[in-house]
C-alpha cells in the first residue's frame, strides 16, 4: 500500500499538460490503486521531456493537444509505468584542466564498457541488447564509430597526450581536442587561466558550436574540471561565462573537485583560485556536483586498504559516480530520463544548486583492488547512503544541517515494494532531517544496469543530496583566502593579468557572492526561508 505521487512539472503550456495530467489520473483510478495516507512514495516521473523547459511550436511539442490525443490512443492498452516516449536529449562534455581531463577520460572508459563499444569506437560483437541510449553522450561517425561529445582542453599537452596515446585514445574527435601551443600551462593562476580562454575564444567556441550544431535536441552541458588550479579554475571559469551568455536556455551541470583544505597544499594561491571559481560556479551553473579531494582520498583508503590511494584510484571513484547519475539518461525507465528533470527535483531553489553524493558499494568492477561486500539490498545500499563516512564531500554538519532534497539512484534487482519498504523503516528511524519549509521526502528511481557489466552485488546505489552542510566547505574557502587577502600575499602574480591590472575588486566581488551563498544555505534551515530575500548573488559587476 502507498501513495504513487506523480509530480508533473509546471509549464507555460498549461492547457498541453492539463489534459496529459487528466489521463494519468484516470489511468491511476482504472488501476484500482488504493493507499493509506500514511505511507508515501515520491516518485519523479516526467515520462514525457519536460515541458517547463519545452520552447518548441506546439507542432514538435510532445505535450501539445494533438501529439497527446495520439499519444493516448497509442498507449491506452499500456500498463502507465512503461508508456514512455523519449528523446534522446544530447550533453556535450568539458573537459578542462589536468584534473578534468583525467576524470573525463575514465568517465568516457566506463561508458564504453557500459554500452559495449570496444577502444577503437566499434560496439563489441557482443553489444546486441538495445534499450540504451546511447546518443546522449555517443554519435556516430560516417564509418559508424562511436565518437565522445567531448571537448578536451588544457594549457599543457602532458596529461591530454598521455589520453590521446592510450589505450582509449582513438575514441575522441582530433577536432575536439585543444593544447595550448606554447604548452606552458596557467601556472596554477587562475587570473592566466582566464586570460588565455580570452586569446582562445574562437577557437574553443568554434568547436563548442559544431558539437552544439551536430545535435538533434542538445540539453545542456557538463564540464569536468578543479576549482583549485590554473586551467581548470581560470580556463574553467571563462568556459562557464560564454556557456551562460551564449547558450541561455541550455542546462550547465559541473562535476567540480575541491581541493582538500585540511592539508598544506602544494599550491598556494588555492584560495584565491577557489573563491574566483565559487563565483563562477554560484552565478553561471545550473548544478554543480561537488567532490572534495580529502573525502575522495579518504574513501579510497577505506575501499582499497591503502594508505595513500593514487590520483587513478580517486578518479575512478568519481568516473563512479558521474557513470551513475547519467545512468537514468542513457538507460531510460519512467523518470528522470534527462537532465533537467533531475535538477528540477533537487534544486527547489536556483541559488542552492551545489550538490553531494555518496555511492555504495564500490566494488573491483568499478575500482581496482576494492574490497569485496558479501551481501546487498535496497534497505542496506539506502541506509549506507546516508552515512556521512560515504559523503564524497568533507562537510562540518551543524545542528540545524538537514537534507533540502535527495535523489537516490538504485541499480540492479530491486523489487519496488522494497523500495517502499526502506523509504518507511528510514523515516520511522529518522536517519534524514529535512528543511522546514518543504517536502520530507527521498525520491527514489529505480535505474537498469548495463547488461554488459557483471558485478558482484544485487543493488548499488547512488544519492545526489541538496545539505545546508555543504556551505561550511565555502566557509573554509572564506577563512583560508581572508587570511592570504590580509597579508596581501602572492597577489603580484594576479596583477600581471589584465582583469586585476586596475584593481582588486574582482576578489572583493567573488568574496561577496561566496559570503551570500553561505548565508542562503543557512537562511534555508529555518522556517522563514519562503520570504528571504538576501541579496541576488552576483556581486556588483553583475
Known amino acids: 500500500m502507498g501513495v504513487l505521487l506523480l509530480r508533473l512539472f509546471g509549464s507555460p503550456h498549461r492547457d498541453d499538460c492539463h489534459s496529459y495530467r487528466r489521463w494519468i489520473h484516470e489511468r491511476l483510478r482504472a488501476a484500482d490503486f488504493s493507499c493509506s495516507n500514511n505511507e508515501i512514495i515520491t516518485l519523479t516521473a516526467p515520462m514525457f521531456p519536460p515541458c517547463n523547459f519545452t520552447r518548441e511550436p506546439a507542432s514538435t511539442n510532445p505535450l501539445s493537444k494533438h501529439n497527446t490525443r495520439l499519444l493516448k490512443q497509442r498507449y491506452r492498452d499500456v500498463p502507465i ?12 562534455t568539458l573537459q578542462s584542466g589536468q584534473c578534468g581531463n583525467a576524470i573525463g577520460s575514465q568517465f568516457w572508459q566506463q561508458l564504453c564498457v557500459e554500452h559495449g563499444i570496444n577502444a577503437d569506437g566499434n560496439l563489441e560483437d557482443f553489444a546486441t541488447e538495445g534499450g540504451d541510449r546511447k546518443d546522449v553522450f555517443f554519435y556516430q561517425s560516417d564509418d559508424t564509430r562511436y565518437v565522445p561529445r567531448a571537448i578536451l582542453m588544457d594549457l599543457e599537452p602532458r596529461v591530454i597526450g598521455n589520453i590521446l596515446s592510450g589505450p582509449y585514445g582513438k575514441i575522441y574527435n582530433p577536432e575536439n581536442v585543444y593544447v595550448s601551443k606554447d604548452g606552458g600551462g596557467a601556472g596554477n593562476n587562475w587570473a592566466a587561466g582566464h586570460a588565455a580562454g580570452e586569446r582562445i575564444h574562437d577557437e574553443l567556441m568554434d568547436m563548442i558550436d559544431r558539437e552544439a550544431d551536430g545535435s538533434d535536441s542538445l540539453e545542456g552541458f557538463m ?83 591503502v594508505q595513500t590511494p593514487s590520483y587513478n584510484q580517486t578518479n575512478q571513484l568519481v568516473s563512479t559516480v ?15 530520463n534527462d537532465l533537467v528533470s533531475m535538477v528540477a527535483s533537487l534544486i527547489p531553489t536556483p541559488r542552492c544548486h551545489f550538490l553531494m553524493t555518496s555511492y555504495t558499494p564500490f566494488t573491483g568492477d568499478n575500482v581496482e583492488q576494492a574490497k569485496t561486500v558479501r551481501k546487498t539490498t535496497v534497505l542496506d545500499v539506502m541506509r549506507r547512503l546516508l552515512q556521512p563516512k560515504n559523503r564524497m564531500v568533507s562537510v562540518n554538519p551543524s545542528k540545524k544541517s538537514c537534507y533540502i532534497s535527495i535523489m537516490n539512484i538504485i541499480q540492479g534487482e530491486a523489487d519496488p515494494s522494497d523500495v517502499h519498504k526502506s523509504l518507511l523503516r528510514i523515516r520511522e528511524r529518522r536517519l534524514a532531517t529535512f528543511i522546514p519549509w518543504g517536502p520530507a521526502s527521498i525520491q527514489v528511481a529505480l535505474s537498469k544496469k548495463s547488461p554488459y557489466v ?81 541579496d541576488d548573488g552576483r556581486g556588483e559587476d553583475e
Open 454 to 534: 557483471q558485478t558482484p552485488h544485487k543493488v548499488s546505489g547512488l544519492m545526489l543530496a541538496n545539505h545546508t552542510s555543504i556551505a561550511s566547505l565555502f566557509k573554509r574557502t572564506l577563512d583560508q583566502y581572508d587570511k592570504l587577502r590580509k597579508r596581501n600575499a602572492f597577489l603580484e602574480q594576479y596583477r600581471r593579468e589584465p582583469m586585476f591590472a586596475d584593481g582588486l575588486e574582482e576578489f572583493d566581488s567573488s568574496r561577496a557572492v561566496v559570503q551570500e551563498l553561505v548565508n542562503e544555505y543557512e537562511a534555508a534551515e529555518n522556517p522563514e526561508y519562503i520570504t528571504y530575500t538576501g
Open 81 to 92: 509505468d512503461i508508456a514512455q516516449v523519449t528523446m534522446p536529449r544530447e550533453l556535450i
Open 223 to 305: 564540464l569536468t574540471h578543479s576549482i583549485a588550479g590554473g586551467t581548470g579554475s581560470g580556463l574553467g571559469s571563462y568556459i562557464l561565462e560564454q556557456l551562460n551568455d551564449r547558450y541561455p536556455k541550455k542546462l550547465i551541470q559541473t562535476y567540480s573537485v575541491f581541493p582538500n583544505n585540511q592539508q598544506v597544499s602544494d599550491v598556494v594561491v588555492q584560495p584565491y583560485n577557489s573563491l574566483l571559481t565559487l563565483k563562477r560556479l554560484t552565478q553561471h551553473a545550473d548544478s554543480v556536483v561537488v567532490l572534495d579531494n580529502a573525502a575522495l582520498t579518504r574513501i579510497a583508503a577505506e575501499v582499497l586498504h
Open 322 to 336: 558521474m557513470s551513475a547519475s547519467t545512468t537514468t539518461l542513457r538507460y531510460p525507465g519512467y523518470m528522470n
